[in-house]
């Protein structure tokens, strides 16, 4: 994914926020953030985005009173190593208006200053086949950065021990960013997968090759893996001795795929894995997959049992991306990623754009159904929120749209979101210097357009993908049927996508779905129009037709 931005000045101010910032009078309130943290997630319907330095606030969360905020802060370098470097003050603002505080910080990104010594920042750091470490100067920071070894039992210690510091200041749960990132390489190796070869992998290797292998022979290690006598795994030596264990740098050097060595020609390739940023697959059994769900569950577990234990109380825990053990999974949107096949490798186009202009026309239903679908397989019924992620081309296109295209995006896409089961997180600060939706005159359409989705919240909360198929009479309609889990409700979704550097209305749109038994009640509601409405419509046998006596741009037709 994109890198972060650089090293971000550190502020003292948190006493003079506390003291000078108020919420502002008559502003919209979420649900009460109350119970246990799982239960809540659930009950989340409007997710913001605005992530600030560990000391810093943004008032306009107040405004748009989001059930949540993905990230409220987040730890870079040493800003927030300390208790003191917080403003853990706002907390109980965001508590009084009802919104759910999330911590954060970087699961990956370490430079040389972070750590006491030289020595320990390479112990930290990931290395490639050669067992050197891996430079990301492809970031552009400043400074040196490297990735950080989450197979280190030391590194993730570090991690723990500032994720802990949020939970004693009172966040209400921690997000991890770019959790298993340190794998892909670089720029200095074009991303090939040569990194994460660190004296910890290895033995974890030896680990899983004699667990996966119990009865194998030398003979069967060398016709299976093309091993050599003097370079096997063994059961008579501790996994970590890679002087006379197996040593893998020294496999991969010895048939020259030390420079790239998840090469097909390398048998032991497919055993090894190929690691796919900010995702873990459910399918995925190879070694790389299976340890790093292994330390992944066990920091979530520990930070769980930490609040428990020390706070009487349950936290939220996501990342970005789909991973498994979460409370939500929130998706950064970004290129190059992993959720469409497309001939450029860029992946699905979250923020499409042409010439400058949105691109209206294009649908993301069949994504954003990938990514609900393939959150079940990872983390169960948990939700799904996509938020544009930064600094990258998607959201400098979303930046340099003209206001109101700014605006159709949210109407379109964000709709679309809701419409196939997963939240689109409102968009509000990064870290990076780019301007807020306040100053990009986003705040208040923010504000009141969300209001709908918090009216109608029982609506998109705990839905599954029909399985009927909803026909619509005329074009440029994605339409999509979500079933309220437990029964009772059925919902219809109308996305229209005739747009051409605007909306074009559409009237007289004839919607048909076969359902096991003819609704009782239909009503017609969107963010679009005031109030509810009854829609012309017959049934017989569960054969519904319902006329949709205009469709700007998003209406949901409630089945009872």
């Known amino acids: 994914m994109a890198p972060r931005s650089g090293a971000r000045r550190r502020f003292r101010c948190a006493a003079a926020l506390a003291l000078t910032l108020t919420v502002p009078a008559g502003t919209a309130t979420a649900a009460p953030a109350t119970g246990d943290g799982r239960t809540r997630a659930a009950d989340f319907a409007v997710f913001g985005f605005s992530q600030s330095d560990v000391d810093q606030e943004d008032p ?76 990301h100067d492809e970031f552009g920071f400043p400074v040196p950065a490297r990735r950080g070894n989450i197979f280190n039992p030391a590194y993730r210690r570090y991690l723990l021990d500032w994720a802990k510091i949020q939970i004693d200041g009172g966040v209400d749960g921690i997000n991890l960013d770019e ?104 399918d995925d059994h190879s070694f790389t997959a299976g340890y790093l769900r292994r330390y992944w569950k066990e920091m979530v577990d520990e930070l769980r049992a930490y609040a428990r234990r020390t706070a009487q109380r349950e936290i939220l ?15 950064g949107m970004y290129p190059w990623n992993p959720d469409e096949q497309t001939p450029d490798f860029r992946g699905a186009d979250y923020v499409p754009v042409v010439d400058g202009h949105l691109d209206g026309a294009k649908s993301l239903q069949a994504n954003y159904r990938y990514l609900k679908e393939k959150s079940r397989e990872i983390a169960g019924d948990v939700p799904v929120a996509v938020f544009i992620d930064w600094p990258n081309d998607m959201m400098t296109d979303y930046l340099n749209l003209p206001l109101a295209e700014k605006q159709d995006y949210w109407r379109i896409f964000g709709a679309e979101a809701y419409a196939n089961g997963i939240f689109p997180a409102f968009h509000l600060k990064d870290t990076v210097g780019n301007p807020t939706a306040e100053q990009l005159g986003m705040l208040e359409f923010f504000r009141t357009y969300s209001r709908f989705y918090r009216d109608h919240r029982a609506l998109f909360r705990g839905n599954d993908h029909g399985t ?93």
């Not at 003097?230 to 010895?254: E, I, K, Q, S, V």
């Not at 509810?532 to 054969?543: K, Q």
Request: with cysteine; net charge negative; glycine share 8%.
């Open 317 to 331: 825990v996501s990342s970005n991306g789909l991973l498994p053990y979460v409370d939500f999974n929130s998706v």
């Open 179 to 282: 959790v298993n990132a340190g794998f892909g390489g670089g720029q200095k190796y074009a991303f090939n997968g040569n990194e994460g070869f660190d004296d910890y992998a290895i033995a974890d290797f030896n680990r899983y090759l004699l667990a996966k292998y119990p009865t194998f022979t030398a003979a069967d290690w060398t016709s299976r893996f093309g091993m050599t006598d003097d370079n096997l795994p063994r059961r008579d030596l501790p996994a970590d001795d890679l002087t006379g264990n197996f040593n893998y740098r020294d496999h991969l050097r010895a048939n020259g795929w030390n420079l790239d060595p998840l090469t097909p020609a390398n048998p032991l390739a497919a055993e090894w894995g190929r690691v796919t940023p900010n995702r873990m697959y459910a």
């Open 60 to 135: 306009q969360v107040y405004e748009l009173a989001p059930d949540v905020t993905i990230r409220a802060i987040g730890k870079w370098s040493t800003s927030g190593d300390e208790p003191a470097d917080y403003n853990f003050d706002q907390i109980r603002r965001y508590h009084a208006r009802g919104i759910t505080f999330m911590g954060s910080g970087t699961a990956s990104v370490i430079f040389p200053h972070d750590f006491a010594s030289p020595e320990i920042f390479d112990d930290m750091s990931t290395r490639d086949a050669d067992n050197n470490p891996v430079p």
């Open 468 to 560: 009927q198929p909803v026909r619509v009479d005329v074009g440029n309609v994605a339409a999509s049927l979500l079933v309220r889990r437990g029964g009772g409700v059925r919902t219809v979704h109308l996305v229209n996508h005739n747009y051409d550097r605007g909306i074009v209305p559409q009237t007289g749109v004839v919607v048909r779905v076969d359902l096991p038994s003819c609704p009782r009640r239909i009503a017609m509601v969107s963010p679009d129009l005031a109030g509810s409405r009854t829609p012309a419509s017959s049934c017989r046998h569960g054969r519904l037709s319902v006329t949709v006596d205009r469709l700007d741009y998003y209406t949901v037709l409630v089945l009872r």
